[in-house]
């Protein structure tokens, strides 16, 4: 499987800055997605990341808050816009498939990046 | 009603015994079944996925998938203290987009 790195990999930022998380790919890979971990709880979908077009939200999410880039096949960015504290979460990124592979859906989810808003 | 639906635990099994993990879902068009094990402080990791009916092995592990029931499983057999984890479950339609459970904590006890 790819290898998938994150920075950064925490970050302690105060309210109402922004902070920008890179996802790194190995490989070229078809699909990458950007997902949410708040303390304790399971993952949320914030959105697809589409090579060379706007990402693909998911309800409650919104590209003003969560910009995302995806320039080309192996890398991607999300950025956490005018942070709160509730925006305090674990962020992690994940791909799916190699480019030209064939593929069951399988994703696979990078370190992640462990995010504080004080 | 959630669409994907995990008991959260904790699952309290002693070492060498077989935990037995359920997962029950709410779209009987989704296709595709995964197990993910997740430790305190780590990403998920994917240790099994599933697209048909019946069992499907992998070492230890063994998935089961229902979808008259709705229902996939995950059997560790000959569980160890390292087992002990989150394991999440998730589902995916046919837009890829994956839907997790809130997950399962297992405990394996010496």
């Known amino acids: 499987s790819a290898v998938i790195s994150q920075k950064p990999s925490r970050d302690i930022c105060q309210r109402g800055t922004s902070l920008t998380i890179q996802c790194q790919v190995d490989?070229?890979?078809?699909?990458m997605f950007w997902y949410r971990q708040q303390p304790g709880q399971s993952l949320t979908l914030i959105a697809t990341a589409n090579q060379g077009s706007e990402a693909t939200y998911e309800s409650g999410f919104v590209i003003d808050k969560f910009p995302i880039s995806r320039p080309n096949l192996t890398f991607s960015t999300l950025t956490v816009s005018n942070m709160s504290p509730e925006d305090s979460s674990i962020y992690l990124c994940?791909?799916?498939?190699?480019?030209?592979?064939?593929?069951?859906?399988?994703?696979?989810f990078g370190p992640g990046t462990r995010l504080t808003v004080l | 009603q959630k669409e994907v639906e995990q008991n959260s635990g904790p699952l309290s099994v002693p070492e060498g015994a077989i935990a037995s993990l359920n997962c029950t879902y709410s779209?009987?068009?989704?296709?595709?079944f995964f197990w993910y094990r997740q430790y305190s402080g780590k990403s998920p990791e994917l240790i099994m996925f599933i697209y048909s009916n019946g069992d499907k092995e992998d070492g230890r592990f063994t998935a089961q998938l229902n979808k008259a029931s709705q229902y996939v499983s995950l059997l560790i057999r000959d569980s160890q203290p390292s087992d002990s984890a989150t394991y999440l479950c998730?589902?995916?339609?046919?837009?890829?987009?994956?839907?997790f459970g809130t997950g399962t904590r297992l405990q394996v006890t010496l």
């Open positions: 994940s791909v799916e498939s190699l480019a030209g592979s064939r593929s069951y859906n399988e994703q696979f």
């Open positions: 779209d009987r068009g989704s296709q595709s």
């Open positions: 490989s070229q890979v078809t699909m």
């Open positions: 998730a589902v995916t339609g046919t837009a890829s987009k994956l839907t």
